[in-house]
């Protein structure tokens, strides 16, 4: 490691350099390694904002010292790079000991995750062995660079976490709670290490000092805080006072999203305000666009980080950009994946009001970025909580205010000295030497944070006086005649915006204008490639702060954004959104190929674009999906017919597994109303599948009947197929079986065999439910002669499932085991995660019934690891039932009953009664008192009963015996 921050500096495993000012270049460098800093923010940084004349000069004798201390003798090793007024440190991981711990704990908490302790130990014990001491240990790091140290910081204690978390799940038990007890001493408020103390003590055989370290915890909270320990580890105390074993590895705390954009690099002033906005539960921020709202916002967050252990949630509402503002539904859904909630409801007020319960017993940080309305906001507040919200809008929230409590703060414009502050940090010494043309250039600048960056590095890349840039900006100010406009800001920031838009090069300005097109609050240098034909003018725009950029993504600010938009001319607008709206279509065709190979056959051929990333995995893959879906969806009002039903025949597999449905229903339904009638007919078929996931099986019925109406018969049969799925999850069976008989008859005449197939194997699962299973085996191996004959593997799998199902109705157990074998070898051949999650449920259930339960318990266990990992909660409810089952047969009815009670919440969510039925049998027959198994059987038989169902003889029998 020839760089070393992790402790004090080193250079080539030596000493910092002797000269203090040459050691703080470097390691203020090292903080923010491979990225550009302006020679006069780094001589602000070093001189704290009082650089002398000699700054700049000096800065070079200190950088020209370095350059020869860190250069190796193959000259392979870092560098210093000087270009444009700018100081870059090029460095690898395997050169800057900060870079390879980010890669190896990332490494680690991956692997960890996946399910390998044993590799995920290795990569953490490398990366907390990285560190010898705080970092830059000797050196004072400048303020605006402490939350870059904290980053750090607070990394190396999760590594410790997660490498203690690897040795418990790994049995290495011996020296921990010695090694822990330390730990909790050095970070008292770090539950989670109260809770592996815990286990490492219990797991060790000292249950009575792992129950007095949670007297020691629940005491120390209650002193500081005034708060009890989380819910995590209040379940964990209980099982340890009832004796209950412990498996696997210590009981993780709940997620803690860490969800915060990036602190502002430059910040100065607005001490007041920072300090009014540790005061309220509930505080709005409210001002002109550019007047810094968000960048204080940030700062505040970041500077209170620390006091919010359950972590930060952020969403930016979109309340005045050019996208439609968010919808509370969608943001409430994310805020919940985010905080590990699996089960979540469809609707606003239920959505609402599980937040609420989530965050009744947490303390974190929610930060609501650029709100439209208090009516927008209120949804997303936490409700009686530890919690703290920050909103920012340019509205004054007013009802917030009034209803909720909230307490104002009204941005003002920067007094001037603030504003010099600013333009000081950004230019440096020239603001000294020159003041009354600072003063100026700050008026000139409306004194908004934003317009004056702008007009700032315009400065720093030109070398005249700034008297010389005044007079220019007067210039452009008289002839846009803003002086008529009333002294509004606004028009002062579209004088600085046209000024420094006229002194781009031609290609910067062209891609100015066109990026400004683009529809999303991010996107990534391919897509910026797609609108301009060329992505090299990123850094430039980032240079000039026309562009944000963050981990290799670029965000433009509203006001540049409009402005950008005003330069452009409709046949440029027109051409530019076709190409990235073509660039997505042809992007996310190639991603999920990758991530859904299996299906790749049945989605739309689209022709290729100059400009698209490569995947290498599944994995690849499924990230790109996830980092540009807001884009996909918000391209779609503004794409043609053509590329808006390209991409509702793209991306509904991926929105449909993923459990984004809002998304899929603002897709589809605006594929629905552009698209040519012969694509109608599937586009609406899709947006029934997504109205049937959010449990509105009537609106999902509509919409399969419309398909229907539209004459299409290469779409009747996958729409007569849907619609008899609506039946029978309502438990109209016989209307089903029409539906599916029809269904069948239509493949028929038009030669679908696939859609035959499907609608046979569905004939089959009712006329199973129905107790017909000689019926049922038949239809069932007709659908597979055709999905073997066709080729449709996928097909193939999904019957053999089914088969088995009927030979296990039938007791023939070692016939279903060889059907199920066949799908799970298919399922993992392809990808496919559903199949293959339900074959090894279904071989758990074969060898339950067999009798070899130690076999079947650990295919339950694998199916329903898998379904927590793909969030398929029917897979999930249903391995639930299978595994609850398995482990009564085994002799443990109370672990039985509970896996039962979990199954039961998630199909009472999903509505499905089937689901719900067997879970109340299940109870039943684990229940540890007469009335409580009796109640449960008389929730199954009626729910048998409506269903028509042939289980509901044997529960009347156990009723009737209890």
Known sequence: MELGVLGPLRIHGTAAPSRRMTGLVLGVLALRPNTAVPVGRLTDWLWRGRPPASASSNLRTHVAELRGLIRTADGEGPSIEARQGRYTLRVTP?????????????????????????????????????????????????????????????????????????????????????????????????????????????????????????????????????????????????????????????????????????????????????????????????????????????????????????????????????????????????????????????????????????????????????????EQVRPLLPGDSASRVVVTSRDSLAGLVAREGARRLDLDLLPMDTAIALLRRLIGARVDAEPTAARELAEQCARLPLALRVAAELAVSRRGPLSDLVAELGLETRKLDLLAAGGDPMTAVRAVFSWSYRQLPTPVADAFRLLGLHPGRDFDAYAAAALTGDADTLAALVGGHLLEEQDGRYRMHDLLRTYARELVTPSESDEATTRLIDHYVYAASLAMDVAVEYEKDRRPKVSPTTHAPTFADIDEANAWLDAERANLIAVAPVASARQVGQLSAILHRYLDNGAYYHEAQLLHACAARSAEPEARAAILCNLGVIFWRLDRPREALDRYLQALDTGDRSVAVRALNNIGLVDEHLGNYEQALGRFAEAARVADEVGDRPGRARALDNLGNVTEYLGRYEEALRHKEDALAIAREIGDVVGEASTLNNIGNVHERTADHHAALAHYRQALEIGRRIGHAEIEGHALDNVGSAYRNIGDHAKAVDHHRRAIDLARETDNNYLLARALNNFGETLRQQGSPAQAADAHREALDIAVTLRELLVQARAHDGIAHSARTSAEAREHWRQALAIYRQLNAPEATAVAACLADS
């Open 94 to 374: 395997d050169q800057l000991d900060a870079l390879r711990f980010d890669v190896l704990f990332e490494e680690g908490r991956r692997e960890l995750a996946a399910g390998r302790p044993e590799v995920a130990a290795g990569r953490l014990e490398l990366a907390v062995g990285l560190w010898r001491g705080p970092v830059l240990d000797g050196l004072t790091v400048p303020d605006d660079l402490r939350h870059d140290v904290e980053r750090l910081a607070a990394h190396r204690i999760e590594a410790i976490e997660d490498w203690i978390e690897a040795r418990l799940a790994l049995g290495r038990h011996a020296g921990l709670a010695a090694e822990l007890d330390g730990l909790v001493t050095q970070y008292p408020l770090r539950e989670r290490l109260w809770g592996q103390l815990m286990t490492s003590l219990y797991v060790g055989g000292r249950q009575a000092e792992a129950l007095g370290a949670y007297r020691r915890l629940h005491a120390l909270l209650d002193k500081e805080l005034g708060v009890q320990p989380g819910p995590a580890i209040r379940d964990l105390h209980q099982r340890m006072l009832r004796g209950d074993p412990l498996s696997g590895p210590a009981v993780r705390l709940r997620t803690r999203p860490q969800q915060l954009p990036r602190d502002p690099l430059i910040f100065v002033g607005r001490d007041a305000e920072l300090r009014a906005l540790s005061t309220e539960p509930v505080s709005a921020i409210s001002g002109t666009a550019g007047v810094g709202k968000t960048a204080l916002a940030l700062r505040w967050a970041h500077q209170a980080a620390s006091s919010f252990p359950d972590g930060c949630l952020y969403a930016d509402l979109r309340g005045f950009g050019p996208q439609p503002a968010q919808d509370p539904v969608a943001v409430l859904d994310g805020f919940l994946r985010s905080l590990g909630v699996e089960e979540r409801p469809r609707e606003l007020d239920e959505l609402a009001a599980r937040y609420r319960t989530e965050l009744a017993d947490r303390r974190l940080l929610v930060l609501l970025d650029n709100a439209e309305s208090a």
